[in-house]
């Protein structure tokens, strides 16, 4: 499948499911991750490898909890889809949820860059921690 909107969408079905082993399949081997904010997930991450161990990390560090919907169909522009999702985990006594959107390149139908945006880059910063 080549079509970056088709694949950003079961990419997404794939993570609301949270069946990781078919996330992974979309993740080109070299993808590059930017993962936004001050906290132990931000930077960048290059690989799948690397990528897939991130999402780990949140799935470990919220029990399981991590969940992220999207709230509008992608939107494409040439190899880059946009998507506008909402996210939020809850860890212990704390809970967080926003909005984001989600900027994805797709070439040969998998992702091969990832660029994301939090609508309130403190609190997601706060909830993961250093």
Known sequence: MTDP????????????AK???KVGSFLAPDIV??????????GTQ????????MIGGMMAASAGTFE??????????G????????????????EMTMDGVDLLRVAHGQIVEVWLF???QKAEDDF???
Not at 33 to 42: C, M
Not at 46 to 53: C, I, L, P, S, T
Not at 79 to 94: K, P, Q, S, T
């Open 118 to 120: 939090s609508g309130d």
């Open 128 to 130: 993961w921690g250093a």
């Open 79 to 94: 190899d880059l889809v946009a998507a506008a999702i909402r996210f939020g985990a809850r860890r212990d006594e704390v």
């Open 5 to 16: 909107v088709a694949v950003a969408q079961q990419y997404f079905d794939a993570l609301m």
């Open 46 to 53: 290059e690989g799948a490898d690397a990528v897939n161990a």
């Open 33 to 42: 991750w930017h993962q936004p904010g001050a906290n132990q997930f931000s």
């Open 68 to 77: 992220l919907e999207l709230i509008a169909p992608p939107m494409l522009n």
């Open 19 to 21: 069946d990781f082993a």
